[in-house]
T-cell receptor, first 113, second 113 residues
Framework: SVLLYQKPNRDICQSGTSLKIQCVADSQVVSMFWYQQFQEQSLMLMATANEGSEATYESGFTKDKFPISRPNLTFSTLTVNNARPGDSSIYFC??????????FGSGTRLLVI | GDSVTQTEGQVTVSESKSLIINCTYSATSIAYPNLFWYVRYPGEGLQLLLKVITAGQKGSSRGFEATYNKETTSFHLQKASVQESDSAVYYCALSDMGYKLTFGTGTSLLVDP
């Protein structure tokens, strides 16, 4: 199955700044997904990113706040714009192979101060 | 919308004792969703533990098992004898067979040696 590598593992940033989270797959995947998890809560799907097209965002998440790029079949970046303390959470990238199995990266723990 | 409920946020079990982690689901988008258990070991990403895509079937992996019960809409995770290495966070999830995974809030398992 596909392996996903995320970086950074964790980050601390000042309110009002932007940061990027990268996700790299060890083989080509059609769809990549980004999830957000607040402490002791469930993972929430933020958006789906397919190569060469605009990401599709779930309710409560916007392109302006969380722009996502998907320049090729092995790479995606999530940007958190104008970060606020309420954005402090863990962000996971995920992919799905041709079947029903999903793979997850190890997550990026973000703290906004 | 779809939802997954895990009632226990944290469970502590002595090594070699039995374990059950409860999971119930509600699927409005599809009659028979795919059901999953994911596990997150400390410092690692989510890993698929087991999945069942057919109602009435049982999935098993690493000594864990879960049965897809459509009557009670449950997918409880069980293990007859836990080991210290099983300490992790366990997430129940469902898929509408599109692209979206819906997660429970997770159950943190601590196995006392």
């Amino acid at each position: 199955s596909v392996l996903l590598y995320q970086k950074p593992n964790r980050d601390i940033c000042q309110s009002g700044t932007s940061l990027k989270i990268q996700c790299v797959a060890d083989s080509q995947v059609v769809s990549m997904f980004w999830y957000q998890q607040f402490q002791e809560q469930s993972l929430m799907l933020m958006a789906t990113a397919n190569e060469g097209s605009e990401a599709t965002y779930e309710s409560g998440f916007t392109k302006d706040k969380f722009p996502i790029s998907r320049p090729n079949l092995t790479f995606s970046t999530l940007t958190v714009n104008n970060a606020r303390p309420g954005d402090s959470s863990i962000y996971f990238c995920s992919s799905r192979d041709g079947g029903s199995d999903y793979t997850f990266g190890s997550g990026t723990r973000l703290l906004v101060i | 919308g779809d939802s997954v409920t895990q009632t226990e946020g944290q469970v502590t079990v002595s090594e070699s004792k039995s374990l059950i982690i409860n999971c119930t689901y509600s699927a409005t988008s599809i009659a028979y969703p795919n059901l999953f258990w994911y596990v997150r070991y400390p410092g690692e990403g989510l890993q698929l533990l087991l999945k069942v895509i057919t109602a009435g079937q049982k999935g098993s992996s690493r000594g864990f098992e879960a049965t897809y019960n459509k009557e009670t809409t449950s997918f409880h995770l069980q293990k007859a004898s836990v080991q210290e290495s099983d300490s992790a966070v366990y997430y129940c999830a469902l898929s509408d067979m599109g692209y979206k995974l819906t997660f429970g809030t997770g159950t943190s398992l601590l196995v006392d040696p």
